[in-house]
């Protein structure tokens, strides 16, 4: 447990008990899930080996850190990205990348957290291995689901509740080509701000995101300058993976690919059969026909597929290419083309010099049967890290947790219900539902012998005894019921306190990084939290952590 300067801050590594069983077996280093991958990560020795395999080949190490330093420089990058973009034309430098989607605020928490776990791999490796290691953070500008970046969820206990930017958006166009409605997005921060209790932050944090929603004009820019300011202490090097200029750089990759399609997504497809087969579960859709590529059309963005007389088509049949049409585009007109959930990480492995790439669970789980991707196209994929699992806590949910001797693991795992539900039964003794039973139990007794005669002087005068102890039992319900609110009523707040826990540890029964945004955390502790959390010490071994704030 590490204990950070300033405000008090350490942490706890926990066993999450909800785990998918690849992820579980991972992390235990099993040998059927390990050999879906090149490299163990959690093996120090297997890093000097990715090392040498990446001195075997070559990368545009010049140009990439020409693009790096021009975009970095217009999201506001610190003197310390500009000198790990400057790193990187060393020979021997190496990356760790991880990606996100452009979300509002930074989106999730679990953004912040591959943040926080990119830079402190970095920073570990780099003294491990004594060699350049830059932080590099992959921002899938490409991606056209708006619907996944167009808002943020806000606790209201006992529920969370989605708060949506106005603005809509008809074409399925990368999210890197949207520009956003300042009006509408103003707005909307208004209202966030409106509903959070004012603390000692609130007007810099304001100002903060106002001052980077104000020098945007696109999602991708109003993420990449958060992030930048958020982060500018550790050096963090951002990149927008649909950046025009970064097309021209991967023309050579993109040929690549789709020279060996048929190998790709046969090899994929495979692999995934046999993960199914081994009862994995997978959230992946690919077919021996996916091209898994898209081109960018009238302002949408196109999932080719390779029919049987080898032409690329879009699935509904936008466009049509032949083999040397497709390898055209990609010669000239690369900006048209991007990638998809498998190709994606061919690109970065393509382009950058990845020591490791760092990955949520779901990520995890769809590389995972990537491997014959990789050896389609000649290279090994890179040690796959799992980020770190954070959840957030506070002094008064901690002292809530420690009142009532409820385990803190098994909280963030199952939430609170069944220990509120506890708590208000022992309020009465003995409790509400015992005395309810024996009640009705003592009603069946004593009303036994009247059934028995009525029975017996008349088969439907039977029938109507059973009525009448039915309705007997719900007047004893209907009390219970009436009581059980009064308690209720009377303990109001400290049931209400189970619920705002709830919604801390486990809001929507799940994990609390999925659901909650960085913001209210800020508005708490301050801007610098992101940065504090990055100076704790992670071991890659434990599934979640626990950070007391």
């Known amino acids: 447990m590490n204990k950070g300067e300033g405000y008090p801050m350490w942490i706890q590594p926990i066993q999450l008990q909800k785990q998918s069983e690849l992820m579980k077996q991972y992390r235990q ?3 059927e899930v390990l050999d879906k991958f090149h490299y163990n990560p959690f093996e120090s020795s297997d890093y000097q080996q990715r090392c040498e395999e990446i001195n075997e080949r070559s990368y545009q190490r010049e140009r990439l850190a020409e693009h790096l330093r021009f975009v970095n420089e217009q999201w506001g990058a610190s003197d310390d990205t500009l000198a790990n973009i400057e790193r990187l034309k060393q020979p021997n430098s190496v990356v760790v990348v991880g990606g996100q989607q452009a979300g509002l605020l930074t989106g999730p928490l679990y953004t912040i957290h591959k943040i926080v776990s990119i830079l402190v791999m970095a920073r570990e490796q780099e003294a491990a291995l004594g060699v350049p290691v830059i932080p590099i953070f992959w921002i899938a500008g490409e991606d056209h689901d708006y619907e996944e970046i167009n808002h943020v969820y806000m606790p209201q206990s006992p529920r969370m509740k989605k708060f ?4 809509k958006q008809l074409t399925k166009a990368s999210i890197s080509e949207v520009e956003m409605d300042y009006d509408h997005v103003i707005t909307w921060l208004d209202r966030l701000f409106a509903q ?31 992030t930048t300011a958020l982060f500018a202490e550790k050096g963090l090097v951002l990149l927008d993976a649909h950046h025009p200029q970064l097309r021209t750089m991967e023309s050579d990759y993109f040929k690549q ?21 081994q009862g994995y579960v997978i959230n992946l859709d690919v077919d021996i026909q996916d091209g898994h590529l898209f081109y960018h059309h009238n302002g949408d963005r196109i999932l080719l597929v ?47 010099p990845t020591l490791a790439f760092v990955g949520g669970p779901g990520e995890i789980a769809y590389w995972s049967v990537l491997k014959p991707a990789f050896e389609s196209v000649g290279v ?32 963030i795992s199952f939430g609170v219900a069944e220990q509120k539900n506890q708590w208000i039964a022992m309020q009465s003794y003995p409790p509400i539902e015992q005395l309810s039973d024996e009640v009705k139990k003592a009603i069946e007794r004593a009303h036994r012998p ?63 990084e999925r659901m909650w945004n960085i913001l209210p ?28 704030l």
């Open 196 to 226: 959070m209790k004012e603390t000692s932050y609130t007007t810099e944090v304001y100002q903060f995101i106002k001052e980077k929603l104000d020098q945007s004009n696109s999602f991708v820019d109003f993420f990449a300058k958060l």
């Open 29 to 31: 280093q099993a040998h």
């Open 306 to 352: 390779r029919n049987q007389d080898g032409l690329w088509e879009g699935k509904n049949g936008e466009c049509s290419f032949t083999l040397e049409e497709m390898l055209d585009i990609a010669e000239h007109e690369p900006s048209k083309l991007s990638n998809n959930v498998v190709t994606r990480p061919l690109m970065q492995d393509l382009l950058l």
């Open 380 to 411: 090994q994929m890179p040690p796959v890290v799992p980020r770190k699992s954070i959840t957030l806590l506070d002094r008064k949910s901690e002292k809530c947790l420690n009142r009532h001797m409820i385990d803190v693991e098994k909280a």
């Open 164 to 167: 949506r930017i106005m603005q």
């Open 521 to 548: 955390w800020m508005n708490e502790y301050g801007l610098e939290l992101p940065n504090r959390l990055c100076e704790q010490s992670f071991d890659v071994h434990d599934s979640h952590y626990v950070v007391y």
């Open 450 to 512: 009247l059934k028995e005669k009525a029975k017996e002087i008349q088969a439907d005068l039977g029938q109507l005894a059973e009525k009448n102890l039915f309705h007997l039992f719900r007047d004893v319900e209907f009390l219970q019921e009436r009581m059980e609110s009064a308690l209720q009523e009377k303990y109001r707040s400290e049931l209400e306190m189970f619920d705002t826990l709830d919604v801390i540890v486990n809001p929507e029964d799940g994990l609390q």
């Open 257 to 277: 690919m789709i020279h060996h399609q048929s190998e790709i997504s046969k090899g994929v497809a495979e692999a995934l059969n046999e993960s199914s087969r």
